[in-house]
């Protein structure tokens, strides 16, 4: 097992376009979590899912954010209508669960830039 | 709201010193603390501490929970240019949510 991935790793777009980005996490990992990090910051989380079923959302995470984990394995983050705001890198991490391991392991992460 | 806060915020030592981190929070029902570290990608595990006074340790990284004063240090012993990161503190809560609350790291730069 690689750990978890996640595709592009860099992403230029124009403001007003959508992007997507896509998470596979290690397998066996339950939950899956998204979260930005800006510069000089920590990571600030945006939503998590527990298998299929998102549990939390963020109040970061606007109108123009969804997320989804459709079979319970990969997950994927879209933004529509990209602001400049919206430049960081988004970071994926997955853990097997309460009960079995808490530890989350990150990607690589996206570097998303909104020009 | 759930806190995190590190110090300092940077650290430029000599290779071959010891550097001591620090991470203070303040949570809503403490489950866990961790560190990370983070180079130019995504923050790599380094230890979860869960209990206070047992020291974790590896390698040279070695760590400690302070759950009473609600802080936590981690020490790094004969540092090395490859040790150079931005150390990563976050805290797990245990109410309703499975987020990780991170601080703002501290820069730790080696020189050779």
């Not at chain 1, 984990?69 to 705001?85: M, N």
């Not at chain 2, 929070?25 to 489950?31: D, G, I, L, S």
């Not at chain 2, 976050?90 to 601080?103: D, M, P, R």
Request: hydrophobic share 30%.
């Amino acid at each position: 097992d690689t750990g978890v991935s996640q595709d592009p790793r860099h992403k230029i777009t124009k403001r007003g376009q959508n992007v997507t980005f896509r998470c596979d996490p290690i397998s066996e990992h339950n939950r899956l979590y998204w979260y930005r990090q800006t510069l000089g910051q920590g990571p600030e989380f945006l939503t998590y899912f527990q298998n299929e079923a998102q549990l939390e959302k963020s109040r970061l995470l606007s109108d123009r954010f969804s997320a989804e984990r459709p079979k319970g394995s990969f997950s994927t983050l879209e933004i529509q209508r990209t602001e400049q705001g919206d430049s960081a890198m988004y970071l994926c991490a997955s853990s097997l669960g309460p009960g079995r391991s808490e530890t989350q392991y990150f990607g690589p992460g996206t570097r998303l830039l909104v020009l | 709201e759930d806190k995190v806060v590190q110090s300092p915020l940077s650290l430029v030592v000599h290779e071959g010193d010891t550097v001591t981190l620090n991470c203070s929070y303040e949570v809503t029902n403490f489950r866990s603390l961790l560190w990370y570290k983070q180079e130019k990608k995504a923050p790599t595990f380094l230890f979860m501490l869960t209990s206070s006074g047992i020291e974790k340790k590896s390698g040279r990284l070695s760590s400690i929970l302070d759950k009473k004063e609600l802080f936590s240090i981690l020490n790094i012993t004969a540092t090395q240019t490859g040790d150079s990161a931005v150390y990563l503190c976050a805290v797990l809560s245990n109410f309703g949510n499975e987020k990780l609350t991170f601080g703002t790291g501290t820069r730790l730069t080696i020189i050779p």
